[in-house]
């Protein structure tokens, strides 16, 4: 079965702060996707990225950076230089390579900048 | 290229009426997703079609629910006799799938429901 855990229910930073979410996710598979995506207060998920299992390359667009770990079993998100706008809950989510495809998703971690 | 589309936004009703959630996916995308979200958790897979055919049901898909997508185009979500666990938002989510490769889900603004 596969499960992602978001240990961290919510994180407050002052603006133009980094920060990091961490995102822990299980599975069997050898072949699986992982994502994140932005919940804003709105209601709509936002799709952030994508990454599959055989990508370890780090990813970095704009102020948004992720850092994918096998070993670790671990897809973190960074946020560089928090702005207001980044107030939101986030989301990982896993899902597998064949069939369904589904996502799995974690509880979510809100986010709130402080100006 | 429109998005996802969902209706209606959000809905009140009371325990024991049925309901009914329509969402239009990205036009030629042939799969489309439900997931229904409570509140502070992550939303949980529902069912799926490809084109037309509902290949998976979840068991949080209880027999009061029923989804279709005729045509392979739109499709909708009923829930017959609602319960006050029925509060959630529903979201649906549509991707494309060619050869066994899928492409990423993208997602509606949600359906809010209310049982009273």
């Known amino acids: 079965a596969q499960k992602v855990t978001q240990a961290q229910t919510e994180i407050s930073v002052v603006e133009k702060e980094d920060v990091t979410l961490d995102c822990v996710y299980e599975?069997?598979?050898?072949?699986?996707?992982l994502f994140w995506y932005k919940q804003p207060p709105s209601g709509e998920l936002v799709f952030l990225i994508r990454?599959?299992?055989?990508?370890?390359q780090n990813e970095i667009s704009g102020r948004y950076s992720w850092n994918f770990q096998k070993s670790t079993s671990s897809f973190n998100f960074t946020i560089t230089a928090s702005q207001v706008v980044d107030s939101a809950v986030y989301f990982c989510a896993l899902s597998e390579h064949f069939g369904n495809e589904k996502l799995t998703f974690g509880t979510g971690t809100r986010l709130t900048i402080i100006p | 290229d429109t998005g996802v589309s969902q209706d209606p936004r959000h809905k009140i009703t009371k325990r024991g009426q049925n309901v009914t959630f329509r969402c239009d996916p990205i036009s030629e995308h042939n799969r489309l997703y439900w997931y229904r979200q409570t509140l502070g958790q992550g939303p949980e897979f529902l069912t799926y079609?490809?084109?037309?055919?509902?290949?998976?049901k979840s068991r949080l898909l209880s027999d009061r629910f029923s989804a279709e997508r005729p045509k392979g185009s739109f499709s909708t979500l009923e829930i017959q006799r609602t319960e006050q666990g029925d509060s959630a938002m529903y979201l649906c989510?549509?991707?494309?799938?060619?050869?066994?490769?899928?492409?990423?889900?993208?997602f509606g603004p949600g359906t809010r429901l209310l049982v009273l």
């Open positions: 599975t069997r598979d050898t072949t699986y996707y």
């Open positions: 990454r599959n299992s055989f990508d370890e």
């Open positions: 079609f490809q084109n037309e055919a509902q290949l998976e």
């Open positions: 989510a549509s991707s494309l799938e060619t050869g066994g490769y899928q492409e990423t889900q993208y």
